[in-house]
């Protein structure tokens, strides 16, 4: 079912009439959002980008991609708060003021490298950063035509993978004058980080964070143990509410976490919980293994990147609101999504935790990498964040889905995991 509003957006309801899930929609392609970390793994913001077709980079028109972004931004993503919010931008884009619909406090305006640095255009970006816009150059390269973009630029973005050591050293020497900041793009391991940190740079952008560094094979932690005997009490249906009440109590810090979090505005209780016990049985069994894994991710993420624990989330709601398209159970679905990152979080190989966690074969083959029904929800959300469209679109096929409602699941997963970070964070 849909209706149409009055800004052209929409309301599609997802997983029919009866178990359905409004999600506000509007008439735009795909996009997608990737993380911008600091030295210590914090998330210092987020890049929205435009996906058109079938493949990973840009196509189509791209004053309608800047557009479709800003709209987006405006209408469907989540407050961004005190973390910079990177948007591409082209040269219209930028001297039509369309930018000027977004906050400058936390908008950084990310200058395409097609771009040229003409008199109009730097007229304009002078007066776009006066009003308090921040700057953003992307994929600079060692051209001298490019070089008057640097009195305005905030931040210099290096692509790793399209650049060798020797190039980077000459954008960095050109670079200097300006003392923007230094964002290394695409780095994908460990090693990449290490060595944009020594060339300079203070801020890095690629999928190296949701990878495991794995500390251990030999030894779980005892407070890991804990996390992962909650985990599994909650792969019960129903759960037990004297065991989950037990091992939650058997800690302080989940435990306080935890009501903290019960007593926060996402779940709009009306009057305060006290106990564990009053919570299991006011928000019920679905609900409350939401806040545990939510409680929980956070407390095992604060050694670890938030972008990690946030990601978790994002899967595990996404997940979720499949799991009716899929006619598969939604907590089954959550906890699928939640564990997918688990071997990043605790630091351990994937096929140690699921040998302690009392899921079923399925489940065990899909953390796993086994091809299964329930390996395509954790395939079609991997899609949507690295932007591989191709694969994305045979998944979503495979699954009888329309291409709005499986982009649309994803963006209210992201809203709907942003709130629950915050929310487990105060």
Request: aromatic content about 6%.
């Amino acid at each position: 079912m849909e209706e149409k509003l009055a800004n052209g957006a929409e309301i599609e309801q997802v997983g029919g009439p009866d178990k359905g899930i409004d999600l506000v929609t509007v008439p735009t392609r795909f996009i997608g959002r990737q993380p911008i970390l600091d030295a210590r793994k914090g998330i210092y913001g987020h890049e929205l980008l435009f996906r058109s077709g079938l493949s990973n980079a840009f196509s189509g028109d791209a004053e309608d991609a800047t557009r479709d972004v800003i709209d987006q931004c405006l209408l469907l993503m989540p407050d961004s708060g005190d973390q910079a919010t990177f948007i591409n931008c082209t040269r219209h884009s930028l001297v039509s003021g369309i930018v000027t619909l977004l906050p400058p406090a936390s908008t950084v305006l990310e200058i395409l490298e097609n771009v040229d640095p003409d008199p109009e255009l730097m007229e304009v970006c002078r007066g776009l950063r006066s009003k308090g816009y921040r700057f953003a150059l992307d994929d600079f390269s060692p051209e001298y035509e490019k070089l008057a973009f640097l009195e305005v630029a905030d931040f210099v973005k290096v692509d790793f993978r399209a650049s060798d050591a020797r190039t980077r050293e000459e954008i960095y020497r050109l670079a200097a004058p300006a003392k923007a900041r230094l964002i290394a793009e695409k780095v994908e391991t460990e090693a990449d980080v290490h060595a944009a940190k020594a060339e300079g740079c203070t801020l890095y952008q690629g999928y190296f964070f949701c990878k495991p560094i794995v500390v251990s094979t030999q030894v779980i932690p005892q407070n890991q143990v804990i996390y992962l005997r909650m985990l599994a009490a909650l792969t019960r249906t129903p759960a037990n509410i004297f065991e989950v009440e037990k091992l939650v109590m058997s800690d302080a810090s989940i435990c306080y976490r935890l009501l903290r979090l019960v007593n926060s505005a996402i779940y709009g209780l009306s009057a305060p919980i006290t106990s564990i016990r009053s919570a299991l049985l006011m928000v019920g069994d679905d609900e409350f293994r939401k806040m545990v894994t939510v409680a929980l991710a956070g407390l095992a993420g604060t050694a670890h990147s938030k972008a990690v624990v946030q990601m978790a989330l994002e899967r595990a709601k996404f997940c979720e609101l499949l799991a009716p398209l899929m006619n598969e159970s939604a907590s089954k679905l959550y906890l699928l999504g939640m564990l997918s990152l688990i071997d990043v979080i605790l630091g351990m190989p994937m096929s140690q935790i699921v040998d302690s966690l009392p899921v079923d074969r399925e489940m065990k083959a899909a953390l796993l990498g086994t091809p299964s029904t329930l390996a395509r929800a954790l395939d079609l959300v991997r899609c949507h964040e690295s932007g591989d469209w191709r694969e994305h679109r045979d998944i979503q096929k495979a699954l009888g889905l329309t291409e709005r409602t499986a982009s649309m699941i994803y963006v209210e997963s992201v809203r709907w995991a942003d709130k629950a970070t915050r929310a487990a964070e105060k």
